[in-house]
C-alpha cells in the first residue's frame, strides 16, 4: 500500500485551463502539505492542512487553492493555469504539525503548455 | 526563521571513495535537521534525521550526519559510495510546531565506476 498517493503523476494541459491534483495518505496522519519543485529542482513549501485547517498559506498565487475535505485528503486546485505552473507537485503527510518527520508522494509533474 | 545552505551543486565521486556532501543551517530555535534523497523521477525518501538527541545520526543505505552546533553544520557522509547512490540529496529544517520543512537547494550526487 502506497502511504501518500498523488493523481495524476503526469499531467499536461495547456495554459487557460483548470485542473486538480488530489492526494491521499493512509498513515492516519493529521498534518498534509503541498511543496512545489521547480525547473532546478528547489523545493518550496505552498500549503499545510492540520485536521482539515489551513495553519501554512505561502505567497502563492490565489489561483492555487487547497482543499481538504477529510484529514486524510488533500487536493490542490489551480486555475488559469500559465507556464511558469509547470513543476514538480509534491505532496506530504506527518503525523501531527509538531512532526518531526513528513512522509513524500511521488509528484505530479505538471506541464503547462 | 530557518534556512540551510548546501555547499556544492554537484558532487562527483568514485566508487568506493568517501562521499561528503555539506549542509550548514540557520535557526532561531533549536533545530530540526533531515537529509532527504530524491532519486530520478521519484519523490524524496528519508535518510536520516535529526532531532535533539544523539548528534551522530545513522540513516539507511550506510549515510550518517553529525550535528555540529558550533558550525551549525549537518554534513552527510558515507565512507565508500555505491553506483546506486547516484541522487540528489536535500538538506532540509524545521523549527517549531506548525511549521514546515525548508529545504536546501539540493546537491546532486554522482558516482563513476
Known amino acids: 500500500d502506497t502511504a501518500v498517493s498523488q493523481t495524476p503523476k503526469y499531467l499536461v494541459t495547456q495554459m487557460g485551463n483548470d485542473k486538480s491534483i488530489k492526494c491521499e495518505q493512509n498513515?492516519?496522519?493529521?498534518?498534509m502539505y503541498w511543496y512545489k519543485q521547480d525547473s532546478k529542482k528547489f523545493l518550496k513549501i505552498m500549503f499545510s492542512?492540520?485536521?482539515?485547517?489551513?495553519?501554512i498559506n505561502e505567497t502563492v498565487p490565489n489561483r492555487f487553492s487547497p482543499k481538504s475535505p477529510d484529514k486524510a485528503h488533500l487536493n490542490l486546485h489551480i486555475n488559469s493555469l500559465e507556464l511558469g505552473d509547470s513543476a514538480v507537485y509534491f505532496c506530504a503527510s506527518s503525523q501531527d504539525s509538531s512532526a518531526t518527520e513528513a512522509f513524500f508522494g511521488q509528484g505530479t509533474r505538471l506541464t503547462v503548455v | 526563521a530557518q534556512s540551510v545552505t548546501q555547499l556544492g551543486s554537484h558532487v562527483s565521486v568514485s566508487e568506493g571513495a568517501l562521499v561528503l556532501l555539506r549542509c550548514n543551517y540557520s535557526?532561531?530555535?533549536?533545530?530540526?535537521l533531515f537529509w532527504y534523497v530524491q532519486y530520478p523521477n521519484q519523490g524524496l525518501q528519508l535518510l536520516l534525521k535529526?532531532?535533539?538527541?544523539?548528534?551522530l545520526v545513522k540513516g539507511i543505505n550506510g549515510f550518517e550526519a553529525e550535528f555540529k552546533k558550533s558550525e551549525t553544520s549537518f554534513h552527510l557522509t558515507k565512507p565508500s559510495a555505491h553506483m546506486s547512490d547516484a541522487a540528489e540529496y536535500f538538506c532540509a529544517v524545521k523549527g517549531q510546531a506548525g511549521t514546515a520543512l525548508i529545504f536546501g537547494k539540493g546537491t546532486t550526487l554522482s558516482v563513476s565506476s
Open positions: 498513515l492516519g496522519h493529521d498534518t
Open positions: 535529526y532531532t535533539s538527541a544523539a548528534t
Open positions: 492542512y492540520n485536521n482539515k485547517e489551513l495553519i
Open positions: 535557526s532561531s530555535v533549536p533545530p530540526y
